[in-house]
Nanobody
């Protein structure tokens, strides 16, 4: 059974930092791409960042230069380091694993077809 579990969310002030963690089990971690999506109240879910099996990364424009995605395949973790946080980063952040995703092109639009989703972790940035 595949499990994807996020942690690390919380409340932070504008300009602060958080590191989200995601552990995926029940699958061949080295063979999947991992991505972070987020959804704010009243807004559509949007892609944040993606890292493929070769550790090639992609970022959505709003987070480029501020967020960094990394993976630790030995321990089955993916991380999202978030710096210079803004109130508009406030959202529920979801981790997702997919066996087919390459993190290229319009990966951020492929949320509906990605395979294994976690339950989310809340990030709130106060102004």
């Amino acid at each position: 059974q595949v499990q994807v579990v996020e942690s690390g969310g919380g409340l932070v002030q504008t300009g602060g930092s958080l590191r989200l963690s995601c552990k995926a089990s029940g699958l061949s971690f080295a063979d999947v791409a991992m991505a972070w999506f987020r959804q704010a109240p009243g807004k559509e879910r949007e892609g944040v960042s993606c890292i493929n099996r070769k550790s090639t990364t992609s970022y959505a424009d709003p987070v480029k230069g501020r967020f960094t995605i990394t993976r630790d395949s030995a321990n089955r973790f993916v991380y999202l380091q978030m710096n210079e946080l803004k109130p508009e980063d406030t959202a529920m952040y979801y981790c997702v694993a997919d066996e087919w995703e390459t993190c290229s092109g319009s990966w951020y639009r492929r949320g509906p077809v990605l395979q294994y989703w976690g339950q989310g972790t809340q990030v709130t940035v106060s102004s």
